[in-house]
């Protein structure tokens, strides 16, 4: 790939295909609270590439002028040390912070990386250098309020997984290490991608993911050709391809900031919720996060699609995305998780 081909990303709409991968990105983004993507798959199916395609998609985010954790100017709720407003009950005199506007941020989790390097650690140059105890902010800091995006998930270490397990729950991350104690806030969403041929992922981590989503190379002639041109226009010309499609990635980066306006105000019915219910019980699933996820991914989609309530027709279009990856294997049924859902869908939604 070209050098400029790596400064600019691939344009989100110019993506062809994998719509179910679209869809679970997209809403994700409408509502980071839904716990991440796991997008499973053949090597060379676009995964990686969609993942950068959504964060160049994304408005920039505004945050506090030289902070290393990107806090919110928006949000005092949940700012980090240094952020924190002075007390003036103690003489210290409130200033309003300066703030700058900022891409989101997408960070790379590579295999074989050190707690440090995830969590932070001592600055060992100004240690040596200064005599002094300072932190060096890790990879969770630079996430903050964006993507944490781990390639080959499925290959990670059971220690790095544990950490990351305890830091989305809490959406902070508590060093204390070599005399330091240092909490930030580390609110991200995960995005993990990995072909399933190479390892299965932990069950604990495995149902972190709020959508599991399954990609596989397209099959139709046409769809791979056109796949095919586009990626080669890209590579040959970065610039004017992004140009071309600069009016489609604008009007749906207008369609997100609306979604997430409109996120609260989606009415979600007492026969929806009932729906959902339904079909979790039918599928047996664990624990009752498999329903809230769906609820809460349904709703999205409808903003998404600006709508003011959610309809069978959202439920039905998300359940696969939010359900396959939660179901217990039943030696009776060999049957893989993504045709157990859509059979539970129809008995459910035919009733």
Not at 198 to 220: A, M, Y
Not at 325 to 342: C, I, K, Q, T
């Given at each position: 790939?070209?050098?400029?081909?790596?400064?600019?990303?691939?344009?989100?709409?110019?993506?062809?295909?994998?719509?179910?991968?679209?869809?679970?990105?997209?809403?994700?983004?409408?509502?980071?609270?839904?716990?991440g993507?796991?997008?499973?798959?053949?090597?060379?199916?676009?995964?990686?590439?969609?993942?950068?395609?959504?964060?160049?998609?994304?408005?920039?985010?505004?945050?506090?002028?030289?902070?290393p954790?990107?806090?919110?100017?928006?949000?005092?709720?949940?700012?980090?040390?240094?952020?924190?407003?002075?007390?003036p009950?103690?003489?210290?005199?409130?200033?309003?912070?300066?703030?700058?506007?900022?891409?989101?941020?997408?960070?790379?989790?590579?295999l074989?990386v050190?707690?440090?390097?995830?969590?932070?650690?001592?600055?060992?140059?100004?240690?040596?250098?200064?005599?002094?105890?300072?932190?060096?902010?890790?990879l969770?800091?630079?996430?903050?309020?964006?993507?944490?995006y781990?390639?080959?998930?499925?290959?990670?270490e059971?220690?790095?997984?544990?950490?990351l397990?305890?830091?989305?729950?809490?959406?902070?991350?508590?060093?204390?290490?070599?005399?330091?104690?240092?909490?930030?806030?580390?609110?991200?969403?995960?995005?993990?991608?990995?072909n399933?041929?190479?390892?299965?992922?932990?069950?604990?981590?495995?149902?972190?993911?709020?959508?599991?989503?399954?990609?596989?190379?397209?099959?139709?002639?046409?769809?791979?050709?056109?796949?095919?041109?586009?990626?080669?226009?890209?590579?040959?010309?970065?610039?004017a391809?992004?140009?071309?499609?600069?009016?489609?990635?604008?009007?749906?980066?207008?369609?997100?900031?609306?979604?997430?306006?409109?996120?609260?105000?989606?009415?979600?019915?007492?026969?929806?919720?009932?729906r959902?219910a339904?079909?979790?019980?039918?599928?047996?699933?664990?624990?009752?996060?498999?329903?809230l996820?769906?609820?809460?991914?349904a709703?999205?989609?409808?903003?998404?699609?600006?709508?003011?309530?959610?309809?069978?027709?959202?439920l039905?279009r998300?359940?696969?995305?939010?359900?396959?990856?939660?179901?217990?294997?039943?030696?009776?049924?060999?049957?893989?998780?993504?045709?157990?859902?859509?059979?539970?869908?129809?008995?459910?939604?035919?009733?």
């Amino acid at each position: 790939m070209s050098s400029a081909a790596k400064r600019l990303a691939f344009p989100f709409p110019a993506i062809v295909g994998q719509e179910e991968m679209r869809q679970a990105l997209l809403i994700s983004a409408v509502d980071p609270g839904i716990g991440g993507v796991l997008v499973f798959g053949d090597r060379g199916t676009g995964k990686s590439t969609t993942i950068r395609a959504l964060a160049a998609l994304l408005p920039e985010q505004q945050v506090i002028l030289g902070c290393p954790y990107g806090c919110d100017p928006a949000t005092p709720q949940g700012l980090c040390p240094v952020c924190e407003p002075a007390d003036p009950a103690h003489g210290h005199e409130h200033l309003k912070p300066k703030v700058a506007k900022v891409p989101v941020p997408v960070v790379d989790l590579p295999l074989g990386v050190t707690e440090d390097r995830v969590v932070g650690a001592l600055n060992l140059e100004r240690a040596l250098t200064h005599g002094e105890k300072a932190f060096e902010p890790g990879l969770l800091a630079r996430a903050n309020r964006g993507f944490l995006y781990i390639d080959e998930v499925n290959l990670l270490e059971d220690h790095i997984v544990d950490l990351l397990l305890d830091v989305a729950a809490s959406g902070e991350n508590l060093v204390e290490r070599e005399g330091l104690s240092v909490r930030h806030p580390a609110r991200f969403v995960l995005i993990g991608s990995g072909n399933p041929e190479e390892g299965e992922l932990r069950p604990q981590l495995l149902d972190r993911f709020g959508l599991s989503v399954e990609v596989t190379t397209p099959e139709d002639l046409d769809t791979r050709i056109e796949v095919v041109r586009r990626r080669d226009n890209f590579e040959r010309d970065p610039a004017a391809f992004c140009e071309v499609w600069a009016k489609d990635s604008d009007k749906l980066r207008r369609r997100l900031l609306s979604a997430r306006k409109k996120l609260k105000g989606v009415e979600v019915s007492e026969a929806a919720y009932r729906r959902a219910a339904t079909l979790c019980v039918s599928l047996g699933t664990d624990g009752l996060r498999g329903e809230l996820t769906l609820v809460r991914a349904a709703r999205a989609l409808a903003a998404l699609e600006g709508k003011a309530a959610v309809s069978d027709d959202h439920l039905r279009r998300i359940a696969p995305s939010a359900l396959r990856h939660r179901l217990r294997r039943d030696p009776l049924d060999e049957a893989g998780s993504g045709v157990r859902v859509e059979r539970a869908l129809g008995e459910v939604f035919a009733a």
